[in-house]
T-cell receptor, first 115, second 114 residues
Framework: GAVVSQHPSRVICKSGTSVKIECRSLDFQATTMFWYRQFPKQSLMLMATSNEGSKATYEQGVEKDKFLINHASLTLSTLTVTSAHPEDSSFYIC???????????FGPGTRLTVT | AQKVTQAQTEISVVEKEDVTLDCVYE???????LFWYKQPPSGELVFLIRRNSFDEQNEISGRYSWNFQKSTSSFNFTITASQVVDSAVYFC???????????FGTGTRLQVFP
């Protein structure tokens, strides 16, 4: 149980375009999902907390207008990187709250490359 | 403020050696959770263990064991008789009692050579 999927697993886009990444909880409902970013050989940095039906809470230093997060249902959260630039190239990982307050189930990640 | 420190950036061992990965944390919460995750080259995080702050018993799971010491704010991870498949980046993480936010350490890259 507790499977989280991400789509796409890899995406290459041109500078200036927008990219949407989906995060789905496949066999459970998640009122809270999290988005992380990981640069090569670095740790995971929390970008934002996504709550179903409300606005996401962004961590300090993360641009809300650049990283649009939508959590429209209990099983789906999306992260849209708007007007992507090469410095946005990274590994984006989502996780979903399993409902017990201390468990997070991680997706397999999406590798974004902006050319 | 919460913080997780993994001082070992990279460790290399030869197969069958035992290896310990260190984790030191800082928190003002009296109740908190500690985690270890494995990230193989594929990138997907693999959950290894969760420990709550009230449970200081050491845990063993096969070749893996964890030593939680509140007195030194450490939660170290030992792999016994390491194998090549253990090669990965290992992250220690911390969350507070009333929050789902995970604070990750910088990770330790373990390379096990045959």
């Amino acid at each position: 149980g507790a499977v989280v999927s991400q789509h796409p697993s890899r995406v290459i886009c041109k500078s200036g375009t927008s990219v949407k990444i989906e995060c789905r909880s496949l066999d459970f409902q998640a009122t809270t999902m999290f988005w992380y970013r990981q640069f090569p050989k670095q740790s995971l940095m929390l970008m934002a907390t996504s709550n179903e039906g409300s606005k996401a809470t962004y961590e300090q230093g993360v641009e809300k207008d650049k990283f649009l997060i939508n959590h429209a249902s209990l099983t789906l959260s999306t992260l849209t990187v708007t007007s992507a630039h090469p410095e946005d190239s990274s590994f984006y990982i989502c996780s979903a709250d399993g409902g017990r307050g201390y468990e997070q189930y991680f997706g397999p990640g999406t590798r974004l490359t902006v050319t | 403020a919460q913080k997780v420190t993994q001082a070992q950036t990279e460790i290399s061992v030869v197969e069958k050696e035992d290896v310990t990965l260190d984790c030191v944390y800082e928190t003002r919460d009296t109740t908190y959770y500690l985690f270890w995750y494995k990230q193989p080259p594929s990138g997907e995080l693999v959950f290894l263990i969760r420990r709550n702050s009230f449970d200081e018993q050491n845990e063993i799971s096969g070749r893996y064991s964890w030593n939680f010491q509140k007195s030194t704010s450490s939660f170290n991870f030992t792999i016994t008789a390491s194998q090549v498949v253990d090669s990965a980046v290992y992250f220690c993480a911390l969350s507070g009692y009333n929050t789902d936010k995970l604070i990750f350490g910088t990770g330790t890259r373990l390379q096990v050579f045959p």
